[in-house]
């Protein structure tokens, strides 16, 4: 598995809206494919973390996604 890209996204975490970050990165695996992972928050504080495989047009399209912008996941 190859890292493509990666990123460091801020923004609103819960109720306090206090300020939290959210990692995203993308990955091209042995056949080709495409995945995208993201963590959000601390690791030690269990932190959600989600990941989907995407086709070309779409890690096209998230590599070309302003870095602030994290709209992916909405």
């Known amino acids: 598995m190859q ?3 990666s990123r460091t996204i801020a923004g609103p975490e819960g109720e306090a809206l206090s300020t939290s970050q959210a990692r995203e990165a993308l ?3 042995d056949r080709g ?3 995208l992972y993201r963590g ?4 030690a504080l269990a ?4 990941i989907v495989r ?3 047009r ?4 998230w590599l070309n996604e302003p870095d602030d912008c994290g709209s992916w996941w909405e």
């Open 3 to 5: 890292l493509i890209s």
């Open 27 to 29: 990955f091209r695996d």
């Open 33 to 35: 494919d495409f995945i």
């Open 40 to 43: 959000d928050g601390d690791a």
């Open 47 to 50: 932190g959600e973390e989600r």
């Open 54 to 56: 995407l086709r070309l």
């Open 58 to 61: 779409e890690a096209l399209i």
